[in-house]
């Protein structure tokens, strides 16, 4: 019996040096050579359990990381419509990545590229923005309709003209695409493999198989952002947080501090923090002293970015996200990551305008938000929302993309 005890012990404690290699506990990135569950060695032969290499998540083409936390949503400006469909309450987001700035022309070009290059024609031709938003019988507005989306000038400029639902193909194309673009990577593809492993390694995907999720090589989804995800994006409250007590001292209205729309410091001190309509009829200044400088749409660089370092949260374009609207959503929805996905708890019914209601609101459309070029300063207030129907477009509403922060519930 004390015989079996010393050999158990020393059986145990190699188990324990061969899992844990480092002297430490198992992580993501070091799980050891053996199973801390069964003792079974990993990737001994073809019917082990194979455990991949993983270096740790990789970073996504354009995103941002976003520091998740508590917040309160809300719309802080009066409700001038009356709608009363954003009132406060405290929620937590899960950490997140976004895009840095709204999805551009030159990208919308890519996309339009490979399309035609490897899709049926009605698809190219289903992804083709709606050129024709910048027409109107009673302005002037002919050339943008033929040189907007693709003049070399306005390559930079936010795409518009897009529906709710070619911008969600747009993020489904993505995810294919740079997935696609890193299996090359790990097969070695243009020198060094992703994460510097170099061609013929063991851990490479197969020549012409996709990477499986417990690779290590796939990203998640591109998507559009959670109505939540983005208007606590666009607070950037990191910004606000001075000690490490937990107290919100400060909230913002729009996606900087204060509650004016210039910039009250330095040498642009009284310079516009977003491109809006100032007021009727005014959309950029007076010739010679242009302060948002934007007629139209902006570079999307433009404009100091927020804390969080994501451009043109207010103003420039409207951003599509994912929720369908219904006014009731901040009552309905859960307190971490809130998002409505359907018309649970509020049936599209109580909203059908064929049975003599006189509504606007149905299971096919989508919240927008953060203003426009288009839009008075009310509409660049993170909490504001509007809606459209996800298969309508217009000039003044683009959007951004996001991703899930895999491997972490920070």
Same mark, same amino acid.
């Given at each position: 019996m004390r015989f079996f005890k010393y050999v158990s012990a020393a059986v145990v404690g190699g188990l324990c040096l061969t899992a844990c290699s480092k002297g430490g506990q198992p992580t993501s990135t070091d799980p050891g050579d053996t199973s801390t569950a069964t003792g079974i060695a990993y990737n001994e032969d073809e019917t082990s359990f194979q455990v991949a290499d993983y270096a740790q998540f990789p970073q996504g083409p354009g995103l941002v990381f976003i520091e998740g936390g508590r917040t309160t949503l809300g719309s802080m400006e009066e409700d001038v419509a009356m709608t009363r469909d954003n009132i406060e309450r405290t929620v937590t987001v899960a950490s997140f990545y976004m895009d840095e700035t709204e999805v551009a022309n030159i990208?919308?070009?890519e996309y339009l590229h490979y399309l035609?290059?490897?899709?049926?024609?009605?698809?190219?031709? !289903?992804?083709?923005?709606?050129?024709?938003?910048?027409?109107?019988?009673?302005?002037?507005?002919?050339?943008?309709?033929?040189?907007?989306?693709?003049?070399?000038?306005?390559? &930079?400029?936010?795409?518009?003209?897009?529906?709710?639902?070619?911008?969600?193909?747009?993020c489904i194309w993505r995810t294919a695409k740079v997935n696609e673009n890193l299996a090359q990577q790990a097969n070695g593809g243009g020198g060094g493999g992703l994460f510097g492993r170099k061609k013929g390694g063991g851990d490479a995907a197969p020549e012409g198989t996709k990477p499986s999720i417990e690779s290590?090589?796939?990203?998640?989804?591109?998507?559009?952002?959670?109505?939540?995800?983005?208007?606590?994006?666009?607070?950037?409250?990191?910004?606000?947080?001075?000690?490490?007590?937990?107290?919100?001292?400060?909230?913002?209205?729009?996606?900087?501090?204060?509650?004016q729309v210039?910039?009250?410091?330095?040498?642009?001190?009284?310079? &516009?923090?977003?491109?809006? +309509?100032?007021?009727?009829?005014?959309?950029?200044?007076?010739?010679?002293?242009?302060?948002?400088? !934007?007629?139209?749409?902006?570079?999307?660089?433009?404009?100091?970015?927020?804390?969080?370092?994501?451009?043109?949260? !207010?103003?420039?374009?409207?951003?599509?996200?994912?929720?369908?609207?219904?006014?009731?959503?901040?009552?309905?929805?859960?307190?971490?990551?809130? &998002?409505?996905?359907?018309?649970?708890?509020?049936?599209?019914?109580?909203?059908?305008?064929?049975?003599?209601?006189?509504?606007?609101?149905?299971?096919?459309?989508?919240?927008? +938000?953060?203003?426009?070029? +288009?839009?008075?300063?009310?509409?660049?207030?993170?909490?504001?929302?509007?809606?459209?129907?996800?298969?309508? !477009?217009?000039?003044?509403?683009?959007?951004?993309?996001?991703?899930i922060n895999a491997g972490s519930n920070k």
């Open positions: 990208h919308w070009l035609k290059a490897d899709s049926l024609p009605e698809v190219y031709q !289903a992804a083709l923005p709606d050129t024709t938003v910048w027409s109107s019988q009673l302005s002037f507005n002919d050339p943008y309709e033929q040189y907007y989306l693709r003049y070399p000038g306005f390559r &930079f400029y936010p795409v518009v003209g897009v529906s709710w639902l070619q911008a969600n193909d747009y290590g090589y796939v990203l998640p989804n591109y998507r559009l952002p959670t109505e939540a995800e983005w208007e606590y994006a666009a607070q950037a409250l990191i910004g606000t947080q001075y000690t490490d007590d937990e107290n919100q001292n400060n909230r913002r209205l729009y996606p900087w501090d204060g509650h210039r910039n009250p410091y330095g040498k642009n001190m009284g310079q &516009f923090m977003a491109n809006f +309509k100032r007021g009727r009829g005014d959309y950029a200044g007076i010739a010679g002293a242009l302060n948002d400088g !934007a007629m139209i749409t902006d570079y999307i660089y433009s404009y100091p970015p927020n804390d969080y370092g994501l451009y043109n949260m !207010a103003g420039n374009v409207n951003e599509w996200v994912q929720d369908i609207y219904r006014p009731l959503s901040y009552q309905d929805v859960e307190d971490l990551n809130p &998002f409505r996905r359907n018309d649970y708890l509020d049936e599209s019914e109580n909203y059908d305008s064929s049975e003599g209601f006189h509504s606007l609101i149905n299971d096919e459309v989508r919240v927008f +938000k953060g203003g426009s070029w +288009k839009d008075v300063a009310y509409w660049l207030s993170p909490g504001t929302r509007r809606f459209m129907a996800q298969d309508s !477009a217009t000039a003044t509403i683009g959007f951004r993309c996001a991703m």
